[in-house]
């Protein structure tokens, strides 16, 4: 099957003042056309980062390394940054967290929205910003015409969220990412915006990347799942999958953090800890220190593994009963593990 994004074991390092630092570390995702993929976790994970090697846009000095990258079935790895600006807005389009600093503050919405369509679609100034008014009037921006000549400023919250994504998607992209689009929007407008994004990329059976950490995004969008923790994959299904069967102790520890009015008055557990620090590499399950279900074997490195048709994860309590008992014989198993350390 061709897949339009395909990446495995991606590696991104970063310079700093203080040193190099490892965000990503292992990041294996795939993105069909047409399929919304919901890429999971806390914050500081390594989703974005991983998404931003995609785009192109890490900063000066980052190195990547993966076993595949690939768009469209050509190598990402290779490309120098005049290579990707032909991407980034024909090919890829991006919808930034925080639309407001996404804009520039001293222009004209309808004029941001025209310039790709000036820059790689060789439109004229008069034809882009027509098309730029359709497109607010496709996102449902009232009085398309008046408030094109806007600024930045005088458009609200959920506005400006729905002029990040004409700006995305006025190209006419085959790849859209979307990082956290709802997350300053209130319940109403988020429900607007999803169902928004979900009817403009059907027309053109594109595919989407949607990072967030909100579960119930996760379970109204998602044809397929992706659970990032500490800059790796950890957990790989298809929507209903996910859901119907949690296989890993953090997807599982994500899921008690959701409050569920459905549920009624059931208390909402948080995961005790915070994710490691990643100015090195990981070496065994970086989750195992806040895992209630750590054992001797988790300070060895679980290979992502298929636990059923289509669901993957990275998880020794996952194998089988006569692979985990070999591996844990391999192990030094005196004394017990302090998972609080």
Not at 43 to 67: E, F, H, N, W, Y
Request: contains cysteine; negative net charge.
């Amino acid at each position: 099957m061709n897949h339009l994004l395909e990446i495995r074991n991606l590696q991104v390092e970063l310079k700093t003042e203080l040193g190099p630092v490892y965000p990503v570390q292992g990041a294996d995702l795939i993105v069909r056309r047409g399929e919304t993929l919901c890429l999971v976790g806390e914050s500081g994970c390594g989703k974005s980062l991983t998404m931003m090697s995609v785009m192109g846009l890490l900063p000066p000095g980052s190195r990547i390394q993966a076993d595949r990258f690939h768009l469209e079935g050509e190598t990402l790895l290779t490309l120098d940054e005049h290579a990707y600006r032909k991407l980034r807005g024909p090919v890829i389009g991006m919808i930034f967290q925080d639309a407001m600093a996404a804009f520039n503050p001293v222009l004209r919405i309808g004029d941001q929205l025209a310039e790709p369509l000036r820059v790689h679609k060789g439109f004229s100034r008069k034809a882009a910003w027509v098309r730029a008014v359709e497109w607010l009037d496709r996102v449902g921006i009232v009085e398309p015409e008046k408030r094109a000549r806007f600024y930045p400023h005088e458009f609200s919250g959920g506005m400006l969220q729905r002029a990040m994504i004409a700006m995305a998607l006025i190209t006419e992209p085959d790849l859209v990412i979307a990082d956290e689009p709802t997350t300053a929007l209130d319940v109403s407008v988020q429900a607007e915006i999803l169902d928004l994004l979900r009817s403009l990329l059907s027309e053109r059976q594109a595919g989407l990347v949607m990072i967030t950490h909100d579960l119930g995004v996760v379970a109204e969008m998602a044809d397929r799942v992706t659970v990032m923790y500490a800059g790796r994959t950890i957990e790989e299904a298809s929507g209903a999958e996910f859901f119907a069967r949690l296989s890993h102790p953090y997807s599982r520890g994500l899921m008690a953090c959701t409050p569920n009015w459905r549920a009624g008055a059931v208390p909402v557990t948080p995961i005790p800890g915070l994710p490691p620090a990643l100015t090195a590499v990981q070496t065994g399950c970086a989750f195992r220190f806040r895992c209630a279900e750590a054992m001797v074997i988790c300070a060895e490195k679980p290979e992502i593994t298929e636990v059923a048709a289509g669901h993957r994860v990275a998880c020794w309590l996952n194998r089988k009963p006569d692979v985990l008992a070999a591996a844990v014989r391999g192990v030094d198993e005196e004394g017990a593990m302090d998972v609080d350390d």
